[in-house]
């Protein structure tokens, strides 16, 4: 057993975007890793339910989301032409490649002249994308020969120009944000059109495809100079085009889904008592009558606000299912899986150390990553008449075996307003009880994020 130092970080593994098939015979997921380039690879793998085993998809290293087109086949963005490539100097174009999950290489499937972020199949050939749009770039798509050449060589000596109208201004992670939002579009593969679903000015901060896969549910908001943080849920008719308010932006939705044809449930809170720090409560909109109804108070966490520094990529935590939501939240420390029926009680489905990091349901059960009893991530299922959960993967398991991994020591008081803070002991490698060891101190103060019983570097 040796000491771990942070050059270990490199050999850390990630899992992400989790989803079973369509019939649930097997789920796909990423796993990230750290090349030698200062960047991450992102592979697909494949979990056969029936057999339990695990084997990888995809060898390219660029694979970061899927989607599953049906039980066999998966629908993959990546960049494997060097045609698309040059391309992409001048335009926003996103090539997808479907893959057959018993063998045999990836063939290009439909290319979308947008920088796709996410898609959903609906009928009738037409795939629901959203996209990052800037609305400070310049549009070629109607330019050519000289003109565009001139345009594109404006742009590149202009390229250190920042035109700043906006606040917010700037993220961590993502620079500039000036006139840049989130769209929605509908791509169809037949005629290769693109329609606008969201103007240039909206912010789309997430989106369901009806059971049906007739109707767009979106919630979001328009800002022109000062960003809001109230958002509206917005109903769109794919076979008409009709865009229909359901809520106008009087609440901050954190996510939302279709609980059925005629009803959608969402998390969301009207700020008021503890401004952005609010937690939310959950409510249901009918869609026929835009009837807004209370479902459940809730005073926790909705998703996994729990800092973690070794995780990449995100996944499913808010899904409704069988006529019920799940959802991941904390309580306390704890990442859960929670379960809200259609009559607003709220049940722990997966409670213990660690927590839930993003999950799936479907025909053969509830399937998740998480980072449990202070291990690494890895691939979870759960079933309560087979005993609970069952680990996976190892993918992490070197950790473990050859390197001193401290146990957290949970520790707590009572602060002088009444308020219990939690905290943790890491002892050192090799500790001895009778010596003494300098302390460091790691504080957060929330109220939003926080530190939890699980693995942190």
């Known amino acids: 057993m040796e000491k771990l130092y942070l050059e270990q970080f490199k050999s850390y593994r990630s899992l992400s975007d989790l989803k079973w098939s369509p019939d649930g015979s097997y789920a796909a997921f990423i796993i990230n890793s750290i090349n030698e380039d200062n960047d991450y690879d992102a592979n697909i793998y494949l979990y056969e339910s029936a057999t339990g085993s695990v084997k990888r998809l995809t060898a390219m290293g660029k694979e970061k989301s899927f989607l599953w087109q049906d039980n066999e086949t998966i629908l993959f963005p990546s960049m494997r032409s060097e045609k698309y490539k040059k391309q992409m100097e001048n335009m926003d174009v996103t090539v997808f490649y479907r893959i057959h999950i018993k063998g045999g290489e990836a063939e290009e499937a439909f290319v979308i002249p947008l920088k796709v972020k996410n898609i959903l199949l609906a009928s009738g050939g037409n795939i629901v994308v959203s996209a990052a749009f800037e609305g400070n770039k310049m549009d070629l798509s109607n330019l050519s020969g000289e003109e565009k050449e001139r345009v594109i060589k404006t742009a590149r000596e202009e390229k250190d120009v920042q035109v700043v109208d906006e606040m917010p201004w700037w993220a961590n992670g993502s620079g500039f944000t000036n006139k840049k939002r989130t769209r929605l579009y509908i791509f169809n593969t037949e005629t290769k059109t693109v329609t606008p679903v969201t103007g240039p000015l909206y912010q789309v901060n997430g989106f369901r495809l009806s059971p049906c896969k007739g109707y767009i549910m979106y919630h979001g908001f328009q800002f022109e100079h000062t960003e809001t943080k109230m958002t509206g849920l917005y ?53 026929l009558s835009g009837k807004l109804t209370l479902l459940a108070k809730y005073d926790c966490n909705v998703c996994n606000i729990v800092l973690g520094d070794c995780r990449l990529g995100g996944g499913t935590t808010f899904k409704a299912y069988g006529g019920s939501l799940y959802f991941t939240g904390v309580v306390k420390y704890t990442g859960c899986l929670n379960r809200l029926s259609a009559d607003g009680n709220i049940t722990r489905v997966i409670e213990e150390d660690g927590g839930v990091d993003c999950f799936d349901i479907g025909q053969s059960g509830i399937i998740y990553i998480g980072m449990m009893g202070q291990r690494l991530q890895e691939l979870y299922t759960f079933s309560t008449e087979k005993g609970g959960k069952k680990r996976i993967t190892s993918i992490n398991e070197a950790v473990y075996t050859n390197y001193y991994v401290a146990q957290p020591e949970h520790i707590s008081f009572v602060e002088s307003d009444g308020f219990t803070i939690d905290g943790w002991v890491l002892y050192p490698f090799e500790y001895d009880p009778q010596k003494k060891y300098p302390v460091i101190l790691c504080i957060h103060g929330g109220p939003q994020r926080g530190f939890r019983h699980c693995f942190f570097q």
């Open 235 to 287: 109903l769109y008719n794919i076979a008409t085009g009709e865009n229909r308010t359901l809520l106008v932006p009087n609440y901050a939705i954190v996510q939302a889904d279709f609980l059925n044809e005629s009803t959608i449930v969402f998390a969301g809170t009207d700020q008021k008592a503890y401004g952005l720090y609010t937690n939310p409560w959950f409510y249901t909109v009918d869609i």
